[in-house]
């Protein structure tokens, strides 16, 4: 099939890094998908013209909000991925929650990244009960093998020798829902006592005023750095040589920079938020706080524990190969865009 795959394409961004890896899949399976960013698209009319012009047979959509507006009252049938900000933030809006409520009647199948998430949607849109699949993130990493980590710590404006230096490593774009300032003065406190402990933001300039924010404080915040966005394999690297990365959202979908710190056998610091607690069983697979000061206690007893951090490094790396497998993600990708055929909903 000809199929058109709308998504935010925001560089280096989570939702980006799924959209091209379900990509991947669709190819994979044979068909031909036309990648395309939401944002790009006015209204329903605007991708009416495109689906005409292309001779697009279905469609996809990762955002039920962003993305599944768009395809309302199209000739095509659709299949929805849940984002995370739509289930989490933007169904809290009445007029878009009623908005997604009708794009859910229209689509074939919609998939939920955790049993969690299609809950939520269930109990939001019961109509939409019997068409909501739970398919998590596969996951891969590819980190850089020629990356040097003495250069970044460099152009992180951190002069002391990178044997010497704990880097706990924040990922995320810069918006409010990411909350990345939400550490910020507890880590200052904590690097004053103990000058070898970093804290580095990495990612992408999302929404430009809260930016600014982001940069005023943390240039005035000891032991709190701001980099910006790397390539893929790049940021692997990175992770791949911290103590720990760390998420401190307000509210998740499914994490895929924990995911992949776990695949890369470093240790997870993640707030306690459903999203969250859904890949991290604390003290098990990672160490979940509620409060800056819980996270600066948890990521002392890290750094002294050594038995700990091998611990959480081998259940998590084991957990991501039985739970989030890049080859069952794909088939099951397979089988949903195969309801997308033809006249039938079976």
Same mark, same amino acid.
């Given at each position: ?257 924990? =995911?992949?710190?776990?695949?890369? $056998?470093?240790?997870? #610091? @993640? ?6 607690? *859904? &890949?991290? %069983? ?5 160490? =979940?706080?509620?409060?800056?000061? $819980?996270?600066?206690? #948890? @990521? ?6 050594? *038995? &700990?951090? %091998? ?16 080859? @069952? ?9 195969? %309801? ?7």
């Amino acid at each position: 099939m000809r199929l058109l795959f709308l998504a935010v394409l925001r560089r280096h961004t989570g939702n980006a890094v799924t959209a091209e890896r379900v990509r991947d899949h669709l190819e994979a399976a044979g068909h031909i998908c036309l990648l395309k960013d939401a944002f790009d698209f006015d209204s329903p009319s605007d991708v009416a013209s495109l689906i005409t012009a292309e001779n697009l047979q279905a469609a996809l959509a990762l955002h039920l909000y962003r993305g599944g507006r768009l395809l309302q009252g199209h000739r095509v049938p659709f299949g929805i991925i849940f984002g995370g900000t739509d289930l989490n933030e933007d169904a809290q809006e009445e007029e878009k929650s009623r908005v997604m409520g009708r794009v859910l009647q229209e689509a074939r199948f919609a998939v939920a990244f955790s049993e969690s998430m299609k809950e939520m949607a269930q109990r939001r849109w019961p109509h939409a009960k019997g068409k909501i699949f739970v398919q998590s993130q596969g996951i891969t990493t590819t980190p850089n093998i020629t990356f040097s980590w003495s250069s970044f710590l460099q152009r992180a404006a951190i002069d002391q020798s990178a044997d010497c230096v704990h880097v706990f490593l924040l990922i995320c774009g810069l918006r409010r829902v990411k909350d990345p300032l939400f550490l910020v003065d507890a880590f200052s406190d904590w690097h004053r006592d103990e000058g070898d402990a970093y804290l580095i933001i990495v990612g992408p300039e999302v929404d430009p005023v809260f930016t600014q924010e982001v940069k005023a404080i943390v240039d005035r915040a000891p032991g709190v750095r701001l980099m910006p966005e790397l390539p893929q394999e790049d940021l692997h690297a990175v992770v791949k040589n911290c103590r720990a990365v760390v998420n401190s959202s307000v509210s998740e979908g499914m994490s895929a920079a924990i =995911l992949e710190a776990m695949d890369l $056998e470093v240790p997870v #610091l @993640a707030r306690n938020i459903p999203g969250n607690a *859904a &890949l991290v %069983k604390h003290g098990v697979t990672g160490l =979940l706080f509620s409060d800056p000061e $819980e996270f600066v206690q #948890l @990521a002392q007893r890290l750094l002294s524990d050594p *038995a &700990l951090e %091998k611990e959480l490094v081998a259940n998590g790396k084991e957990y991501v190969r039985l739970c989030h497998s890049w080859k @069952a993600e794909r088939d099951v990708y397979r089988h949903l865009v195969g %309801k997308l055929e033809g006249n039938s909903e079976e």
